[in-house]
Structures are given as C-alpha cells and as structure tokens.
C-alpha cells in the first residue's frame, strides 16, 4: 500500500501525545509536513500556517488538524477547497451549522471529512455498545470528573467563547453515550457553573431522556484533584453495564470483563485511511448536537474565579 502525504496542523499537547506516535504505526499515512505558528519537527517541512502549507506542498493528500475547536473551521475550509481530505479533532468545530457546511463541502468535493471522536476507539465501548444491543434502558449516569490544573495548564482557549469548558472532556462522555445506547438521547435542562472571569463552565449538571423516556444525568466537574472519574453506568432490565477510565474498562453487574491499553489515535488513522481508500466520511455530530442544546437551555450561576498557573 502507498502510504498517502498528511499534513498536520497544530503541534500541541494532543498532536505530540498521540497523533505523531499514531501516524508513525499506520501503514496507510505518511506525516509530510506540519503546519505550526510556533513549533517544528525535525526531518520535516514547517510553515507558519495551513495556507502557506498547502500553497508549498501540492502533493499532500490529507490534513488533520489537531488545533482548538474555534478557528478550525477555516482550516477545515481551506483544506477540502484545496482538494484535501481533512480529519478533525475533537469537537469538530466550535458551532454545529459550521461542521454540517463542511460535511457539504467534502460531498460536493468527492473528498473524506473524518470527524473523529476518539472515546469511541477506547477498548470497551464497542462491547458495550454490544451488550446494550438489545437491552431496555433504565437509568444512565455519567460521572466525568477531572483536574483542569493537570489537563489543561496553561490552555486559555478552553475558557474562551467556543471552547466548551468543562465540556471539553465532557463531549467524550457524550461520544460514548451516544454510541453505545440503543436508541437516540435528548438534552432537557442544564445547570452550567462558570468561574466569574471566565466565559466558560468549570462544571455542569445535564439533564437528558433517551427517546423511550430513561433518564440520564451527566455530572461535568474540573475541580477534582485526587484519583479521576470518567465513568457511565447503565442500568438495563438485564445486566448493569459500567465503563471506567474512559471506556477502557467495562464492568458487567459488578465483573471487570474487559481492561485494554489505550489504541484511540492508532485506530482513528487507520479508520481515517480507510475511509479515504472507500471514498467516504464519517461526521457524526450527535455528541457536539447534545452540548449545543445543554448551552442553549442552561441555567448559568457563578462560581469562584479560576486562576490558571499553567
Ligand atoms: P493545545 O495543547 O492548546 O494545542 C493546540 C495547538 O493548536 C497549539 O499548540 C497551537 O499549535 C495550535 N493553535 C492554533 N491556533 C490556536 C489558538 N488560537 N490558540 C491556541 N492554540 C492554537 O490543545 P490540545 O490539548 O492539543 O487540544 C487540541 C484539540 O485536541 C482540542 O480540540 C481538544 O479537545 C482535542 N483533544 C485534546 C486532548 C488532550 O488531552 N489535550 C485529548 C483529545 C483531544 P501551534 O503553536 O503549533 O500553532
């Protein structure tokens, strides 16, 4: 197989994390060229920004942009105008309306939008998905709850219009939710605590209803220090099916069944080759969907400022 040229836009703490070791393992991508205002990669071509990288490399045949959700959008643009497939980070953009023009653009292009969800790649959640194949949904809860000091140090974007607060990890409890359930989830209220010199939430309580009336409560939280918890627990009229550590690990009516490393970004690349060899996208904007209406039917109360030492 020929391995196609990617460029990669944004060298942060998840393109150094994950996408450079996980474009290293995938057969079908070749990482060519960044694009990075500050940062390079030794052995191979640097430029400011994605339009100097496109104008310079016309043999890339892929983009993936690992930069903040707001500002992606005319990343994603310019990419797919430039007839190059594009995969997204997650959230794949800053507003739903903006995800949806571009998934038009890459169909009117015959080109691979890929908007990744990397929860979804985490070893149980297929499993999951499996088990709850066929089950009555009682009860949901999701547990989500992280030390933003640890995470995000020094991230201002996150705490900037668009970036979702503690949604940001949030939407991957969501990308798993939607997933693994039977049946489609609405957003009813929601109750958003926002430190009082940042334009995002700290935490958030989300109330929601699967179509067939089961409730299901989220609890977003970034003051946990100590252990982290991102969990979901299913209660079913069968077994309770519980993921841990993010979907790494399921729990069936008390019983680890499945503990796996961590493979999301090896998986998401291969996926991304793939689509690109079928000649198709994946844009699934369901967890994006539930947090756009969280904040459109929210409740805002103001917490205690946060002052980030990052
Ligand atoms: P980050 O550490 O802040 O890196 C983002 C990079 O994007 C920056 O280093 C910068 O790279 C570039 N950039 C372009 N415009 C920017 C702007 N206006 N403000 C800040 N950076 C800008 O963020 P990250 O944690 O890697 O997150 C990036 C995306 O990946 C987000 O959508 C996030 O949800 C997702 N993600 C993050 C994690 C995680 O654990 N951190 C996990 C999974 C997914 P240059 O200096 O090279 O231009």
Redesign the pocket.
């Known amino acids: 197989m020929t391995a196609l040229p990617l460029g990669l836009?944004?060298?942060?703490?998840?393109?150094?994390?994950?996408h450079l070791p996980a474009l290293a393992a995938t057969p079908g991508l070749r990482l060519a060229a960044?694009?990075?205002?500050?940062?390079a990669e030794p052995g191979l071509p640097s430029y400011p920004d994605i339009g100097a990288m496109l104008a310079a490399e016309p043999a890339l045949r892929a983009v993936s942009l690992?930069?903040?959700?707001?500002?992606?959008f005319d990343q994603a643009f310019a990419a797919l105008e430039a007839g190059r497939h594009v995969m997204l980070?997650?959230?794949p953009g800053a507003t739903v309306s903006e995800v949806q023009a571009l998934a038009r653009l890459a169909a009117a292009r015959g080109l691979t939008l890929f908007a990744t969800w990397?929860s979804r790649e985490a070893a149980a959640v297929e499993e999951a998905r499996r088990l709850l194949a066929g089950a009555t949904i009682r009860r949901v809860e999701i547990d989500w709850m992280e030390d933003v000091r640890h995470?995000?140090p020094?991230?201002?974007?996150?705490w900037q219009p668009g970036g979702?607060g503690v949604f940001?990890p949030g939407?991957?409890a969501l990308s798993i939710l939607t997933r693994i359930l039977p049946e489609p989830v609405h957003a009813l209220s929601a109750r958003l605590e926002v430190p009082e010199n940042r334009q995002a939430p700290i935490a958030a309580a989300v109330a929601m209803t699967t179509a067939s009336g089961a409730p299901v409560a989220a609890r977003f939280d970034w003051r946990q220090t100590g252990p982290q918890t991102w969990d979901i627990r299913v209660a079913t009229d069968g077994p309770e099916i519980v993921l841990r550590d993010g979907g790494a690990t399921l729990v069936v009516d008390g019983a680890p069944r499945i503990t796996a490393e961590d493979h999301e970004y090896r998986r998401l690349y291969a996926r991304f080759a793939a689509l690109i060899a079928a000649g198709e996208s994946e844009v699934d904007l369901a967890p994006l969907q539930l947090v756009a209406d969280a904040f459109l039917m929210a409740e805002r109360v103001a917490t205690d400022a946060f002052h980030d030492p990052g």
């Open positions: 836009v944004g060298l942060g703490t998840i393109a150094r994390n994950q960044i694009a990075s205002r500050n940062a690992c930069t903040p959700p707001q500002g992606r980070e997650k959230p990397h995470w995000h020094g991230q201002e974007w996150i979702l940001d939407i991957n």
